[in-house]
């Protein structure tokens, strides 16, 4: 399959046309929120809308590879439907999480309740599998959480060795003694996380500490060199991901004067999803790709991808001028600075006649 293509079309008639190996699918559809936006009319009946989202979705489920994604955001308006659709139409050993965004942190007065987050509904061929072809976060410790103290393993904090008990075997309740002479044994309701064989294996290793005084309930030690990225929360907050408001000044700043798209994602909302869902060169793929930040920050963390969109309007206004932007390296704002983007790579546009330009790098 290609990539880095921008398509003008209706994105059920042009993922017919495409034949698969797609690693994260990306779709934001209209909401069904009722409004009537500047850039296009958002209220369907509820029937109309499932039934025309459904074959779309089939279509971009169809791409997917065995390690693939589907993410769907949605609002409050119709997740609660979207959510039933997405059961019966990916099966339900599909469902990998919800993600709660919130997209906006300041208060809106004018409604019975301010408005704060958005939905996107995850889900993956693999179902629960998904959590061994997804990536980690990266760390973002706190200072002090890493203790040098010249041990040659480096660097080094501690985990807890206490665990709920309500699961635990036999060999996970037992007494220890400290260093100090102090004997310890689980809290009520609690057990060890391991077994005593276990526990003495990581004494003997120096894995274990029990403070400065030898006289703490005891812990694990973990090194900075061995520690894991973070597994992502369902809760992503506006300091991690971004927020609507941050997306609208990404527009302002990429087209100064003019009135930015009307429902834009701030670039690291993108970026997170697409650092979780897949690897340098995989295939993303927007099928409402809208004012374009899939393909940005996709192009800006290597990945290939396909933009689709039904409104030359927006195609010409927004997407095809942001992505000659990226190319040239013009577009120094969004995540360009944290990814080191200053440019580079080429993408093509296509319409009904077939791909139409490729645009390189300037």
Not at 28 to 38: K, L, S, V
Not at 170 to 182: C, D, E, K, M, N
Not at 269 to 280: E, G, Q
Not at 348 to 362: H, I, L
Request: aromatic share 8%; glycine share 10%.
């Amino acid at each position: 399959m290609p990539g880095n293509l921008l398509v003008h079309g209706d994105c059920l008639d042009v993922m017919r046309g495409l034949e698969g190996g797609v690693r994260l699918a990306y779709l934001d559809p209209p909401f069904n929120t009722g409004e009537r936006f500047a850039d296009f009319h958002d209220a369907m009946d509820r029937r109309a809308w499932l039934t025309a989202l459904e074959p779309r979705l089939h279509a971009a489920w169809r791409l997917l590879g065995d390690d693939g994604s589907l993410w769907v955001h949605c609002d409050d308006a119709e997740q609660a439907a979207l959510r039933v659709l997405l059961d019966d139409a990916l099966g339900r050993d599909a469902f990998v999480a919800t993600i709660v965004w919130q997209r906006r942190y300041s208060r809106e007065n004018r409604r019975a309740f301010s408005t704060a987050h958005d939905y996107l509904h995850v889900y993956a061929p693999s179902g629960a599998g998904f959590k061994h072809h997804r990536n980690r976060l990266e760390r973002n410790d706190p200072p002090g959480t890493w203790r040098d103290d010249g041990d040659r393993r480096g660097p080094w904090s501690t985990v807890s060795l206490v665990a709920q008990g309500g699961h635990a075997t036999r060999a996970q309740f037992y007494a220890i003694t400290l260093p100090s002479g102090r004997v310890v044994e689980p809290p009520p309701g609690s057990c060890w996380r391991v077994t005593r064989e276990r526990y003495e294996a990581l004494a003997a290793a120096g894995l274990v500490w029990c403070g400065s005084a030898g006289d703490n309930v005891p812990r694990r030690r973990v090194f900075l060199a061995d520690a894991q990225g973070l597994v992502p929360s369902t809760w992503w907050t506006h300091a991690e991901a971004g927020h609507n408001a941050e997306a609208s000044a990404e527009q302002r700043a990429l087209f100064p004067g003019e009135r930015p798209f009307s429902t834009p994602k701030p670039e690291r909302l993108m970026a997170r999803v697409v650092r979780i869902a897949t690897d340098p060169g995989d295939l993303v793929l927007d099928p409402f790709l809208g004012s374009a930040t899939t393909a940005a920050v996709a192009h800006k963390l290597e990945r290939a991808w396909i933009g689709i969109e039904a409104s030359a309007a927006t195609v010409e206004r927004y997407a095809e001028p942001r992505m000659r932007a990226v190319v040239s390296g013009a577009d120094r704002g969004g995540i360009s600075q944290a990814a080191g983007w200053e440019g580079g790579g080429s993408f093509a546009t296509s319409g009904a006649s077939g791909v139409a330009a490729a645009c390189p790098a300037a």
